[in-house]
Nanobody
Framework: QVRLVESGGGLVQAGGSLRLSCAAS????????MGWFRQAPGKERTYVAA???????FYVDSVKGRFTISRDNAENTVYLEMNSLKPEDTAVYYC????????????????WGQGTQVTVSS
């Protein structure tokens, strides 16, 4: 069992930055693929970024060049650095962990955090 707790969300103006953190419990954190997803009001939860246990990173096109996902296996934490934020980035952001499968498909993730709200004002 893995417990995930996100933090770092908030209200920011367009063009600003936020850094999300996701702290994980458990001794096998380093073996998981970790992902960030987001869900805007009235919309489905969608993939944002993922990082494999070897450090390989992947991003949805809309955040490439603006967001950076990273992990610290010693601290059991995954991060999402978000720069040049836009109003359309407003959503609840979730981190998730998976043993494997399609890193961009939320149905392939085994564990989820409770989410953190990110609001970008124009």
């Amino acid at each position: 069992q893995v417990r995930l707790v996100e933090s770092g969300g908030g209200l920011v103006q367009a063009g600003g930055s936020l850094r999300l953190s996701c702290a994980a419990s458990g001794r096998t954190f380093s073996t998981y693929t970790m992902g960030w997803f987001r869900q805007a009001p009235g919309k489905e939860r969608t993939y944002v970024a993922a990082i494999w246990n070897d450090g390989s990173t992947f991003y949805v096109d809309s955040v490439k060049g603006r967001f950076t996902i990273s992990r610290d296996n010693a601290e059991n934490t995954v991060y999402l650095e978000m720069n040049s934020l836009k109003p359309e980035d407003t959503a609840v952001y979730y981190c998730a962990a998976t043993w494997g499968g399609l890193y961009y498909d939320p149905s392939h993730y085994n564990y989820w955090g409770q989410g953190t709200q990110v609001t970008v004002s124009s």
